[in-house]
């Protein structure tokens, strides 16, 4: 096992202890110890613990009593950033089911994969996304629908605008397996006693499916309280923290740090249903913002504000995140306005969040982090699997109490994902990485992703933190595209700082990327953009856009 990085560990211990109840319980000790406190804050609108386990309960009890949701049972959890989403959440939780949140983009077409995947009866839905499942009742296992409108929670204390989602007001449903989130709530039926343990299966969040068909990661209580607790005691949590959720709730980053590790420590979110960088402003210095855990792709708009002031965000104490690597200039930028470093993590659905940490008192830029409790990292090389040691490149595989049971329904993909090492049981990410001399892990790229330029490998993700540096560059996304010579050539997708449109050209910076890169890895193509197709967690859809160059290969040769 790896211990390199303990010399950097901070001054807490180096192993947790996991509970053996279930993460609902956590939210029950919250609403005991502070009842009156704030849990959640919504656009203007204010619900105290003691509220908020009230309606947790009264909603289980409908699933259970009206519904007929039984133990173990999948329901389905399709709704935006929201007081439903944490409530209906916990409330299937309390009904000892089991949570399938699912990305509230997809389609019917797609989310139709889901409801048969997990044979799901129930769902709870917001009511914008109504078109989109409404065609799969009876079609499908599914029988009934629980739609919730998010203005019901929406209070007047918020001078930003609303989201469309949040302005819209309740539409009455009239069809016989129609149920309104307000009546479920009101019936204030009791549930059955709260069974459920540490080894009980709590969550499925899917994965993306780039390789492949989605697949469920089977999480207990106790993998998901592994990094809930973990993330408590790095984070330096206070019953006082005020945290700004931005980050969807259905992606497990957004899951354990925005809304489980604030709930077990009693702390206050403050909600968004979209992203809007005026109204994260204006949340943070209004209600003294502590904590926000977030994505690059987030931070680089949010700092592109010409309007933002040092003052505005001078209560946040830190700021984390995961998903890519925060670039180097854009960290420096970060720690200028606000004076905290970038703290980066790592993790995988698989892993229900991080798996990785950097200290907060000694983070590394573009960095991994360290292992977190109890995990033992390792990097191999991918083929042979063997070990490697200080800046080798290869494989990244993590054993730890966080790790998912396996992949639901997926005998074949379980046995592949997994190898056996001194007597444990590893999970191979399927990410290309490195360590330190002082065990800080580095991400190298996906293993898909890497390009091969005339036989030398180019990795996009060091191509775009060189080009991050560039100061007309806002956002960068680098992809192989076909070229008769090298076999694959380097292009890259560029968004443009306000002021630079058409004052720099493609041809300048290819040039400058001459200056500060190899030859074999800068780029040879520059598309300027105004956007970038993206994931609803803030991540770039690179795959797309590489697609796109694919077609357009294709078409020049017929």
């Known amino acids: 096992m790896l211990t390199l990085h303990y010399d950097y560990w901070p001054k807490i211990s180096k192993s947790l202890k996991v509970p053996a109840t279930s993460l609902y319980d956590n939210l029950k000790v919250s609403a005991h110890r502070y009842p009156d406190q704030d849990a959640i804050f919504y656009y203007g609108n ?20 009206k519904l007929g949701v039984q133990k173990d049972e999948k329901v389905l959890l399709f709704m935006q950033n929201s007081p439903q989403f944490v409530i209906g959440y916990y409330a299937i939780l ?40 409404r065609p799969l009742l009876r079609k499908t296992s599914l029988e009934n629908l629980l739609l919730a409108a998010y203005s019901d929670y929406a209070g007047h204390g918020f001078e930003g605008m609303l989201p469309k989602e949040v302005e819209a ?32 299966l709590a969550c499925l969040p899917y994965t993306s499916g780039t390789t492949g068909l989605p697949k469920g990661c089977m999480h207990t209580n106790r993998t998901i309280n592994a990094n809930t607790i973990g993330a408590f005691y790095w984070s330096s949590t206070t019953p006082n923290a005020v945290h700004l959720m931005t980050l969807p709730l259905f992606h497990v980053t957004g899951m354990v740090h925005s809304m489980h590790m604030p709930l077990f420590s009693g702390s206050t979110m403050v909600i968004l249903t979209r992203w809007n960088r005026d109204a994260a402003v204006e949340l943070i210095k209004n209600l003294g913002c502590t904590h926000w855990v977030t994505i690059a792709t987030m931070i680089i708009d949010f700092l592109a504000n010409p309007n933002l002031k ?43 969040a991080q798996t990785h940490f950097n200290p907060p008192d000694r983070p590394k830029m573009q960095c991994l982090g360290i292992p977190s409790f109890d995990v033992d990292a390792r990097i191999i090389e991918p083929t042979s699997g063997k070990e490697l040691s200080v800046g080798e490149i290869g494989e990244i595989i993590v054993n730890g109490p966080q790790i998912m049971v396996g992949y639901y329904n997926r005998d074949d993909e379980n046995r592949s994902s997994f190898i056996d090492i001194d007597g444990k049981r590893f999970f191979r990410t399927g990410d290309i990485g490195r360590y330190d001399e002082e065990g800080y892990f580095f991400i190298v790229d996906r293993v898909k992703r890497m390009i091969n330029a005339s036989g030398f490998k180019v990795w996009p993700t060091e191509v775009e933190s060189y080009l991050y540096k560039h100061p007309a560059i806002q956002q960068a996304c680098i992809v192989g595209v076909p070229d008769p010579r090298r076999g694959e050539t380097v292009k890259a997708f560029v968004i443009l700082n306000e002021g630079y449109e058409g004052k720099v050209s493609a041809e300048e910076i290819i040039e400058w990327s001459k200056q500060h890169m190899a030859a074999y890895k800068y780029p040879r193509q520059i598309e300027f953009r105004k956007q970038f197709p993206m994931t609803s967690s803030g991540k770039i859809l690179w795959r797309t856009l590489q697609e796109e160059e694919k077609v357009k290969a294709d078409n020049k040769v017929t």
């Not at 003691?50 to 409908?62: F, I, K, P, Q, S």
């Not at 984390?320 to 995988?348: C, D, I, W």
Request: proline share 3%.
């Open 310 to 352: 040092k003052e505005d965000i001078a209560t946040l104490t830190s700021i984390s995140g995961g998903g890519a690597a925060l670039p180097e200039a854009v960290g420096e930028k970060l720690f200028k306005l606000s004076g905290l470093r970038f703290v980066e993590g790592y993790g995988l659905s698989e892993t229900i």
């Open 94 to 133: 309390r009904a000892n089911a089991v949570v399938v949140p699912i990305n509230p983009m997809l389609v019917a077409d797609e989310l139709e994969f889901y409801i048969r995947d997990c044979e799901i009866k129930t769902a709870l839905a917001g009511q914008e996304l109504y078109d989109r499942i």
């Open 46 to 65: 204010k619900i105290t613990y003691e509220e908020l386990d009230a309606e947790v309960n009264a909603l289980a009890g409908y699933l259970q009593h």
């Open 169 to 200: 007001t309740r539409v009455n449903f009239i069809e016989a397996d129609h149920y309104h989130w307000n009546d479920a709530i009101e019936a204030k039926l009791t549930p059955t006693e709260h069974t459920a343990k540490g080894d009980d």
